[in-house]
């Protein structure tokens, strides 16, 4: 696929990338510039495929929420967990 319009561009790559790419784009038979383009599109369609799915919060009702439990507070939230933990001993 090529887009009517191309934009030229200065960009900075290690030496050895370069000499690489080059080498690619004269075995395949295109220009440096096509490589770097594929390669560009390649990795852009692959980063949005393996984007992360979105967070999906679990939330429970009944027995297993305490209604006195002041969420707000940390302080109460550790110290039910340890009087939680102290009557199991």
Do not use: C
């Not at 295109?30 to 770097?36: D, F, G, N, P, Y």
């Not at 990795?43 to 707000?72: I, S």
């Amino acid at each position: 696929m090529r887009y009517a319009e191309a934009m030229r561009t200065t960009i900075s790559v290690s030496q050895p990338l370069l000499e690489n790419a080059k080498r690619r784009a004269t075995e395949r038979g295109v220009t440096l510039s096509r490589v770097v383009e594929d390669a560009l599109r390649n990795h852009l369609q692959k980063t949005r495929e393996t984007a992360p799915r979105p967070f999906r919060l679990v939330t429970v009702r009944g027995k297993l929420v305490n209604p006195a439990l002041d969420l707000d507070r940390t302080s109460a939230l550790w110290t039910a967990d340890d009087e939680a933990a102290y009557r199991r001993q």
